[in-house]
């Protein structure tokens, strides 16, 4: 089946610096990849969807210049976080669909530590 | 291996018709969640369940976790066009609070 990976799995950072996080699709060609927020123990948040070669398209009250979201190519999406506070904190999953499916296949998650 | 079974994969019903997804999990889920997929769109979360018989209705559709909290079907009363769709269930299996996803069962609804 269809896999995505994440890079890096886990990530402490310091209050203001800035937090890369990429999306991989390993071995299909994912036109729109997905950008998810879990709160501990709750649902998760779509963030951004990402639109490969086209700017994300952000849900309301996600800060476009807060979540810098890039789809250069067709197998990679990044998702930074720029000047990470505290309140970033939380575990971001993104999802590709691709080719002939509609179906979303998940990234194993970053869990995203800001002290 | 998969640690959460879904099924059906598809699913076709004539509309007016009802319908079940059944999510199972051989391990206890601290949290089950259901989701829905538009397609070419992002997740729409639908209910969370996290009691043994737990059971939670919205509008046509209502959600149910098992007593020994390892299975949860989704079960859609008189089936529209709208409800057309992937649905996904995620749980939470570590009681970390991450989750893990079925591979999605995918809705048509013939008028």
């Known amino acids: 089946g269809a896999v995505v990976s994440q890079h890096p799995s886990w990530v402490i950072c310091k209050s203001g610096t800035s937090v890369k996080i990429e999306c991989r699709s390993l071995d299909f060609q994912a036109t729109t990849m997905f950008w998810y927020r879990q709160f501990p123990k709750q649902s998760l948040m779509l963030m951004a969807t990402s639109n490969e070669g086209s700017k994300a398209t952000y849900e309301q009250g996600v800060e476009k210049d807060k979540f810098l979201i890039n789809h250069a190519s067709l197998t990679l999406s990044t998702l930074t976080v720029t000047s990470a506070h505290p309140e970033d904190s939380s575990f971001y999953i993104c999802?590709?669909?691709?080719?002939?499916?509609?179906?979303?296949?998940f990234g194993p998650g970053t869990r995203l530590t800001v002290l | 291996s998969q640690e959460l079974e879904q099924s059906p994969q598809s699913l076709i019903v004539q509309e007016g018709k009802n319908l079940t997804i059944n999510c199972t999990s051989s391990?206890?889920?601290?949290?089950l969640y259901w989701y829905k997929q538009k397609y070419g769109e992002g997740l729409i979360f639908l209910m969370m369940l996290q009691k043994g018989g737990e059971e939670k209705s919205h509008e046509k559709i209502t959600a149910k976790l098992d007593e020994k909290k390892q299975q949860s079907s989704l079960h859609i009363t008189a089936s529209q066009p709208s409800h057309a769709g992937i649905y996904l269930c995620g749980a939470d299996i570590r009681s970390q609070g991450n989750l893990i996803f079925g591979k999605g069962t995918k809705l048509s609804v013939k008028p």
């Open positions: 999802s590709a669909t691709g080719g002939y499916t509609d179906t979303q296949y």
């Open positions: 391990k206890t889920l601290y949290g």
